[in-house]
């Protein structure tokens, strides 16, 4: 059959043009996005509608066929874990996440994982797979503070960063890290300061570093133990243990302790100030020691809350332990993740100090 030159020449320009996007998807750096659900993946009745909306209705497909500028950025591909607002997140789900994490780590063809997630629990997600999951690859949570739907939603671009962050060899070794409103933050820092402006999340050190226009500028570099370094594997973890939050305000009883400790392996207090206990909820405290429950000091302080040993209360003396810099909830995760080890008291505190 006869082909014109003109022709011939057409299919050879096509045919380079086809190996030289081949080639260049074959060299892309191969991300797996995992998807959760939360308002990333929300919906609006209309434009207008940034702080009411459903939370998890779109599903991950669509949300990487919303963005085709990560074609650019990585190979990717999704993956549908869960599809729930994040305020209802259990321990279940959290081994279920940090388990399918752990087992994309260990393949050869994953360089990185992002994790989409609803804001409300996403800082104490962050944290337990930043603990429990044993790798050096890129592991990067993200979400939004506005549905896909809203005016000025912010998702799209917390994505896009995340994959950037994910796709890139300098973020290798920096544990589980958190990209929201531009800013790298570590998994164990960061927290949702506030509920209804995008630059929601903030670390009480300050973020690790920034993202601008896909390129990566680092600044600080986590230096608590973590991942390849942490002595708790979620491959070895089949189930956390229960853990419960007591919260001090003025005039508390001492029933509020006694309630919520029944079954728990440990009790998180968030005191006031320097993790205060009141003096009618210490008797309840130290009951709850005796009878084997750890009890862990935390402050209720936003940001900054950092708890003194033996101070306002004789911790040594109770057998009790503080959180450090911990807030409350990151707290509970830590203690999670640490008592599925039988830990007494001092072990406990050590695990405190050094993660």
């Known amino acids: 059959m006869y082909l014109s030159p003109r022709f011939r020449a057409f299919a050879a320009g096509a045919a380079l043009l086809a190996a030289s996007v081949l080639a260049q998807a074959q060299t892309l750096p191969n ?39 990560l074609s650019k950025v990585a190979s990717v591909k999704g993956e549908q874990v869960l599809q729930i607002a994040s305020e209802s997140f259990t321990n279940e789900d959290l081994l279920t996440l940090g388990k399918r994490v752990s087992a994309l780590a260990k393949q050869g063809d994953v360089d990185g994982i992002v994790v989409t997630h609803g804001t409300d629990t996403l800082e104490e997600t962050a944290y337990f797979l930043h603990l429990t999951v044993h ?59 506030i509920n209804i402006k995008t630059e929601a999340f903030k670390s009480q050190w300050g973020p690790l570093g920034m993202i601008v226009e896909g390129r990566n500028y680092w600044f600080r570099a986590p230096v608590k133990r973590h991942t390849m370094q942490s002595e708790f594997d979620i491959d070895q973890i ?30 998180v207090h968030a005191g006031t100030g320097n993790g205060s206990v009141a003096n009618r909820v210490v008797p309840a405290l130290q009951k709850l020691r005796e009878g084997g429950v750890q009890v862990i000091r935390s402050s209720r302080v936003n940001t900054g809350g950092f708890v003194l040993r033996n101070a306002e209360q004789p911790d040594d003396k109770y057998d009790w332990v503080v959180a450090h810099d ?9 203690a999670m993740v640490a008592l599925t080890k039988p830990l007494s008291a001092a072990e406990l505190q050590r695990v405190f100090w050094e993660y």
């Open 135 to 193: 790798t050096d690859k890129p592991i990067v949570v993200v979400g939004s503070m506005r549905p896909g739907t809203a005016l000025s939603a912010d998702g799209a671009l917390n994505l896009y960063d995340a994959v950037n962050v994910a796709a890139s060899q300098d973020a290798k070794g920096k544990g589980v890290l958190v990209t929201m409103n531009d800013e790298i933050h570590t998994g164990r820092d960061v927290a949702k300061a």
């Open 31 to 69: 991300v797996v996005i995992l998807a959760t659900g939360g308002t990333i993946a929300g919906a609006g009745a209309s434009a207008a509608n940034s702080a009411t909306y459903a939370a998890a209705k779109v599903p991950v497909d669509k949300l990487i066929a919303g963005l085709p500028e």
């Open 326 to 334: 911990l807030n409350p909830q990151k707290a509970r995760i830590l």
């Open 238 to 267: 089949t189930a956390l243990p229960q853990v419960d939050i007591a919260y001090g305000y003025g005039n508390v009883p001492a029933s509020s302790v006694e309630a919520i400790g029944k079954g728990a392996k440990a009790i």
